[in-house]
Nanobody, 118 residues
């Protein structure tokens, strides 16, 4: 059974940094699009960043220039380096994977909480 497990969340002051990790297991995800999403209390889940199997990277406007997504296919891990964090970045962050034959993300992690204090 394929599984995604996020880690690396926590409490950080505004201006600080965190690195989230998403460890994939149960299959090889090198051909999958991998994405990060987040959901703040009372708000809908929103796209943060994604990386395709060919290396195409897309960021949400709100995080561009501050966040960096990367992947290590040999380790089946995806990272989200978050710098210059703001209180509005506070949310539960989710990792997701989309297979080449799917129109939507097939697999989701359980989420990791990021809290940025002002």
């Amino acid at each position: 059974q394929a599984q995604l497990v996020e880690s690396g969340g926590g409490l950080v002051q505004a201006g600080g940094s965190l690195r989230l990790s998403c460890a994939a297991s149960g299959r090889t995800f090198s051909s999958y699009r991998m994405g990060w999403f987040r959901q703040a209390p009372g708000k809908e889940r929103e796209f943060v960043a994604r990386t395709s199997s060919s290396g195409i990277i897309v960021y949400a406007e709100s995080v561009r220039g501050r966040f960096t997504i990367s992947r290590d296919n040999a380790k089946n891990v995806v990272y989200l380096q978050m710098n210059s964090l703001k209180p509005e970045d506070t949310a539960t962050y989710y990792c997701a994977a989309k297979s080449p034959d799917s129109n939507e993300y097939n697999y989701w992690g359980q989420g990791t909480q990021v809290t940025v204090s002002s």
